[in-house]
Structures are given as structure tokens and as C-alpha cells.
């Protein structure tokens, strides 16, 4: 079993930065690949980002790329979503979700986080 947490969301005006942070609890996380999806009102749950357990790999969604960052910390057992450059077309849900491989797709995740909301005005 592996538990995760969300946190980092908030309000922010566009152009604005937020860093999101998912720690992780129960099994190994350095064995783990972590990816970000986002839901926003209305909508299907969308992959952001993914990275795999030793970092040497990341895949984003194109609608972030250049301005969202994946990265963690296997000491600390967290991943984090660095996004910089926000618009209002960002605000949703913000979930991180662990899987046995990178991967884009949403049902290769087995384990789920409760979600932080990111609001951006406009």
C-alpha cells in the first residue's frame, strides 16, 4: 500500500508560480514512478506529468510543457510539480499518483492522492 499526500495548492494570479508537493508513505518510494494529473470542473482527469524512480526520465502533457517541472526526492519520499508561468486554463484539482512504471495513462496508476485545489485568476 502506498499513501499520498498533496499540498502546495492555493489562489495564484496568472503569470504567477506555485511548487506542489506529494509525500509519500508505505511502500519503497525510490521503486515507485510518480506521475501529476489534473481535473478541472467539468472534465476528464488529464495527465500532466510524469517522472520515473530514478529521474532520468519525464514526459509532460503539451499544454505544460516548457512550464511545469517534475522532479523528487527519494530520500524525503515526495515528488513535487513546480509550475511556473500559470494561466486560468490551469486551475483544476491537482492529484499525484504512483505507479510500477512511468506512464502517461491514468489506469496504470494504482494509488491516488486525495488532491490539492490551484485556482488562477485572470
Known amino acids: 500500500q502506498v499513501q499520498l499526500v498533496e499540498s502546495g495548492g492555493g489562489l495564484v494570479q496568472a503569470g504567477g508560480s506555485l511548487r506542489l508537493s506529494c509525500a509519500a508513505s508505505g511502500r519503497s518510494f525510490g521503486s515507485l514512478a510518480m506521475g501529476w494529473f489534473r481535473q478541472a470542473p467539468g472534465k476528464d482527469r488529464q495527465f500532466v506529468a510524469a517522472i520515473n524512480w530514478s529521474s532520468s526520465n519525464t514526459h509532460y502533457d503539451d499544454s505544460v510543457k516548457g512550464r511545469f517541472t517534475i522532479s523528487r526526492d527519494n530520500a524525503k519520499s515526495t515528488v513535487y510539480l513546480q509550475m511556473n508561468s500559470l494561466k486560468a486554463e490551469d486551475t483544476a484539482v491537482y492529484y499525484c499518483?504512483?505507479?510500477?512504471?512511468?506512464?502517461?495513462?491514468?489506469?496504470?496508476?494504482?494509488?491516488w492522492g486525495q488532491g490539492t485545489r490551484v485556482t488562477v485568476s485572470s
Open positions: 499518483a504512483a505507479a510500477t512504471a512511468s506512464s502517461w495513462l491514468r489506469s496504470d496508476y494504482g494509488y
